[in-house]
């Protein structure tokens, strides 16, 4: 990369800094040296190196003005060899330092990548699910990449330029003024001529750029979201094609212009940059040479001073944008830690325990919940990527009491909204309650690890979500260690052993992003499969609203009856065999318990959920009796 160029990047990544004039605390910084201490001693040696080499591009015209000398003094021969042969193991030291230097910063670079990535990633995967629901992740993502890249700048690059080039200007200015202090003052004064305009320049370019970055985030976005098998779906089903197409074509457009801005903008600088430093070169030329005439200077004064010239600019210019290059690395710290601090609300508890052995009896205790707001569970910097929702602050259960004994099955029902989901979210522990207790085999949930819920509940999500992952991948999800006959019982019992078998890939068939590549039923069955491997003792069932064609209806019921066997076990149920099969059914309305007790008992009694029955259930082949219709 020439000097120009390098110039010209680092005054360009200023233009793009965010232009933040926030005091940085002190515990920022001492958070920032915490991060750095492990690369402390690599850190040291690059910044010496970076002061040798400064030093070394000093002595080299020094040395060169010395040869003219020589030359012209009609030294010795050996005299001039020598020096040329001090050039060339300048040239040979300043090429090895210049690889140490590189090798050095990509380690310390590359290194705190590499610390903030797992950080980033371990934290984040403890927020609880509350977090997840308010952010949008591609957006969290890409900002938490960018940002993580741009804190190591901070050390790299910004770090190099500056101790680097500030070495390099005093050095060279003094030599300069050293030789000659006429000269070396008329070809600074240039400088600013060109460095003023360039600036002012480029603030206006920033505007168009940070456009244009939206528009690329827009265009991101607009791709991640229409570019998978559901939201291709819906604009195939729903959405207008043709607007899409020229909502994007416009965002590309502007893009495109805003680039051929931006080359114009380079080049115009790269080119004054040069021309400055030529014509300043003219000067040293003109001064210096009739100073030479005079006998004032010598010649080879005049050729160490335009030597020593092109060496100025560069790093002038570049420390004319460090300032906001420094601030820009350091905002990029600080949203990483704003992450980083982000203290998760559900967490292990200390003394938190397991679940006591054996059979788990599942108890809500008057049980009151609202989803947390926004503000709770996200970042006011992440507000531009969190989907702003008033919901959140309601109160959604109001009381629940539900007891389901050791073995039992208790089915919930109830309209659309009532709270079902909630609830079964809750005894997994993805939200805390606001008041009473969940508790497992008497255990208040929050007393128990994560490790020890996650061991004891098995639950199946109301859209049974599946990874982009082979079906041995999704499977061995539940229980990493399981032996291929495992896995072929789960299948099987899932009534799904001779699809699978079927597949020419068999268990390697990658189900495709989110299971699109299974049927409805089929991936309601290979989620049951993932339970039966794992074999909680607790299992949670919140079935799929949608209706299956008898045949999948069938072999998902059976599936289903597997896995309950044996297991304590709450389930939303949307199907009458299910529900039958229940030891006591809940009925949930508006966040509230209100029915219990057997299907003949519920019946008889005529309330909400013999309404249920008749409006629901009925026509899935149950055997109304025909007196209670009427
Ligand atoms: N993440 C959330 N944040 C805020 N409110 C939510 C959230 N999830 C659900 N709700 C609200 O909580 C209430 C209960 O929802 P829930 O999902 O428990 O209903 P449900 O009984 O499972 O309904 P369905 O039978 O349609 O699945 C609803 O009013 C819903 O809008
Ligand atoms: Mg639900």
Do not use: C
Not at 288 to 313: H, I, P, Q, W
Not at 381 to 399: F, I, K, M, Q, Y
């Amino acid at each position: 990369m020439s000097m120009e160029s390098i110039a010209w990047n680092q005054v360009y990544r200023s233009m793009n800094a965010p232009d933040e004039k926030r005091a940085f605390n002190k515990q920022t910084a001492g958070r920032i040296l915490r991060f750095a201490r492990p690369h402390r001693s690599r850190l040291i040696g690059f910044v010496v190196l970076s002061v040798i080499s400064a030093a070394l591009a000093v002595a080299t015209p020094v040395l060169a003005g010395k040869v003219v000398n020589a030359i012209v003094a009609g030294d010795r021969r050996d005299v001039v060899v020598g020096l040329a042969l001090l050039i060339a193991g300048l040239a040979v030291l300043d090429a090895g330092f210049g690889l140490l230097g590189r090798w050095l910063s990509s380690r310390i670079g590359e290194g705190l990548i590499l610390d903030l990535r797992t950080a980033v990633f371990d934290h984040v995967q403890r927020m609880p699910v509350a977090f997840f629901s308010r952010t949008r992740t591609g957006a969290l993502v890409s900002r938490l990449n960018n940002d993580v890249i741009g804190a190591q700048r901070a050390f790299s690059q910004t770090l190099s330029g500056v101790v680097g080039n500030l070495v390099m200007l005093v050095l060279t200015v003094v030599v300069m003024l050293g030789i000659s202090w006429q000269v070396t003052l008329l070809a600074l004064v240039l400088l600013p001529v060109f460095v003023v305009p360039a600036r002012r320049m480029g603030r206006r370019l920033a505007g168009v750029q940070r456009e244009a970055a939206d528009h690329n985030a827009a265009m991101g976005n607009q791709m991640t979201e229409r570019f998978s098998a559901p939201g291709a779906t819906l604009v195939k089903l729903f959405g207008r094609p043709e607007q899409e197409s020229a909502e994007f074509a416009a965002r590309a457009r502007r893009v495109a212009q805003i680039g051929v801005r931006t080359a114009m903008v380079q080049t115009t600088f790269v080119t004054a940059l040069t021309l400055v430093s030529a014509l300043a070169i003219a000067v040293v030329y003109g001064v210096g040479g009739s100073l030479a005439l005079n006998g004032t200077l010598d010649a080879g004064d005049v050729v160490a001073l335009s030597l020593l010239l092109t060496r100025l600019y560069a790093p002038l210019t570049a420390l004319a944008s460090a300032r906001v290059e420094v601030m820009s690395a350091l905002v990029s710290f600080e949203r990483v830690f704003e992450v980083l601090d982000l203290e998760p609300l559900i967490k292990d508890r200390p003394g938190a325990g397991a679940v006591p052995e054996g059979p788990v009896a599942v108890e809500l205790d008057d049980v009151r919940f609202a989803y947390p707001s926004a503000d709770k569970v996200s970042l006011a910097s992440l507000e531009a990527v969190a989907t702003l929702d008033t919901r959140g602050g309601e109160e959604v259960l109001h009381g629940i009491t539900l007891r389901a004994e050791p073995g039992q099955v208790v089915a919930l029902v109830g309209s659309s909204g009532a709270g079902k989901s909630t609830i079964a979210q809750l005894v997994s522990r993805l939200y805390d309650v606001d008041a009473g207790a969940v508790r497992l085999a008497g255990v208040d949930v929050r007393d128990l690890t994560a490790e020890a819920i996650r061991g004891a509940v098995g639950m199946v999500t109301q859209d049974g979500h599946l990874f982009h992952d082979s079906i041995r991948g999704n499977l061995l999800l539940a229980r990493p260690e399981a032996a291929e006959e495992d896995l072929w019982d789960a299948l099987t019992r899932a009534r799904l052993a001779d699809l699978v078998r079927s597949l020419p890939d068999g268990l390697e068939t990658v189900v495709g992003e989110r299971g699109y590549r299974l049927s409805g039923g089929e991936r309601q069955r290979l989620t049951i499969a993932r339970l039966l491997l794992k074999q909680p003792r607790v299992v949670i069932l919140d079935e799929a609203t949608a209706s299956l064609d008898s045949t999948s209806e069938a072999a998902v019921q059976a599936a289903l009856g597997e896995a309950l066997v044996g297991r304590t076990a709450i389930v939303i149920a949307h199907r009458l065999s299910t529900i039958r099969a229940a030891d006591l059914i809940a009925v949930v309305e508006d966040g509230r318990i209100v029915e219990q007790g057997t299907h003949a008992e519920l019946l008889a009694a005529g309330g909400r959920y013999e309404e249920l029955y008749v409006t629901q259930f009925a026509e899935d082949g149950g055997d109304l009796p025909r007196s209670r219709v009427s």
